[in-house]
């Protein structure tokens, strides 16, 4: 199994200058005379030789998209008595292996050798072929010493910097999960609620806990589905983590807010909509992950039933798992590159869509509790989610998993 940590950071932030020389190299490749597979199975090869399994991998699977079979792929470590290679495809081999290994006898790349690569390419092939070893040679001081993660494409292929992160409503349903994906990840974590003397609303005790922290995770949020009550609280959270943030030197706030909000006109929904737009309004960076509603909020409804039957609304949802959607705000929150202008805001749902009172009626199958499902009249925007306004965009992040998946997993 390949570590899901590099050694080191993202090279980008602390190197800017690297993108414009990276980026005309894999042009100078994409836009060559060489065939996209050659220069595939010696990158492949020069992976080998290195011992990079970063580079291994990642030259595996262009292979195989390029629908190379598994035997010319498997070959490559024995190319010289493998007979499923062309001769341009052996020279490219031969020399991708010379210039990596040494030869204590004389030079690596005899005039022989050069001699028989002329006359497969001219001079034009022959510098394509240099410059795609060269890419290869350009990179492996960071495959072997910061070991990129294998399998991750550019840009997601790296570790963010071990931060301090403070978590705001860290010991609340997602809350709980984001501080396990920090900790897993070697991020430094403050938890920040009331259990831990911190109250966002008064700020008691928030310069205390802002001290030193990089990022604030703010998945803080009201008990009561009650739209001025939820408003009132939101709005003094957000005015106080900006207040004490900017104090404290915090270089961003990350949100965990909700798919649709943008259509909500009232209820709960409405006050995370107005939580959103006080928190851009605010001095410090803000980004925000969207989710559909958690697995675990089912349970919920049905606690909150009275009597021995549990009336569920039938309204369509996308429920995605707690620790899914913890895994992903992390992402967005330490992601060393900044969103692009103009870019959607991202969103997490799940694999499945089902209405809430379908998801209900299995989990009340294993409690024994009768689930019946309703139309949701009365309830804020129902007729907005009747019509699929909380369901995720297109271009959302669907990621398991599903809610009978999550429910078979429980104890």
């Not at 909000?261 to 939580?275: D, I, N, Q, R, Y």
């Not at 967005?332 to 969103?347: K, M, N, Q, S, T």
């Amino acid at each position: 199994m390949t570590s899901a940590q590099s050694r080191m950071p993202d090279p980008v932030p602390f190197l800017p200058e690297l993108a414009a020389i990276a980026v005309p190299l894999h042009q100078i490749i994409a836009n060559g005379v060489i065939p996209p597979v050659t220069i595939g199975l010696l990158q492949l090869r020069a992976g080998q030789i290195l011992g990079s399994t970063y580079f291994t991998i990642r030259e595996t699977a262009n292979l195989r998209r390029l629908e190379e079979t598994e035997e010319r792929i498997t070959a490559v470590a024995t190319w010289h008595d493998a007979t499923v290679f062309t001769s341009a495809e052996r020279i490219a081999l031969e020399l991708v292996e010379a210039v990596l290994t040494p030869n204590p006898s004389g030079e690596r790349v005899s005039d022989d050798l050069y001699a028989r690569a002329a006359a497969h390419y001219d001079h034009r092939a022959l510098w394509h072929l240099v410059m795609a070893i060269a890419h290869i040679g350009f990179f492996t001081p960071a495959a072997l010493i910061a070991k990129p993660i294998p399998g991750r494409p550019p840009g997601k292929n790296y570790s963010p910097a071990a931060a301090k992160v403070a978590v705001a409503g860290a010991t609340g349903r997602l809350g709980r999960h984001v501080v396990d994906v920090l900790t897993e990840r070697g991020h430094q974590v403050v938890p920040m609620s009331r259990a831990t003397g911190v109250d966002l609303v008064t700020g008691e005790g928030l310069a205390e806990a802002l001290t030193g922290v990089d990022i604030v995770i703010d998945v803080a949020s009201w008990h009561s589905s009650e739209q001025e009550a939820a408003t009132e609280f939101f709005r003094a959270s957000a005015r106080n983590l900006h207040e004490y943030g900017q104090k404290a030197g915090v270089a961003q706030i990350t949100v965990a807010s909700i798919i649709g909000v943008e259509s909500a006109t009232a209820g709960f929904l409405a006050a995370k909509k107005e939580h959103e737009a006080l928190l851009l309004s605010g001095p410090l960076p803000v980004r925000i992950l969207r989710a559909a509603q958690f697995h675990e909020f089912v349970g919920q409804l049905l606690d909150w039933r009275q009597g021995e039957v549990a009336y569920v609304p039938a309204l369509p949802t996308q429920l995605v798992a707690g620790r899914t959607v913890a895994e992903e705000l992390v992402g967005v929150a330490l992601d060393p590159r900044a969103p692009a202008a103009g870019a959607p805001i991202p969103e997490i749902a799940g694999p499945r869509a089902q209405t809430m009172a379908e998801a209900a009626a299995l989990l009340g199958a294993r409690r024994g509790v009768e689930v019946v499902a309703v139309d949701g009249a009365g309830m804020p925007d129902a007729e907005l989610a009747a019509k699929g306004a909380f369901l995720p965009g297109p271009h959302a992040k669907l990621a398991g998993p599903a809610f009978q998946e999550w429910l078979d997993a429980q104890p």
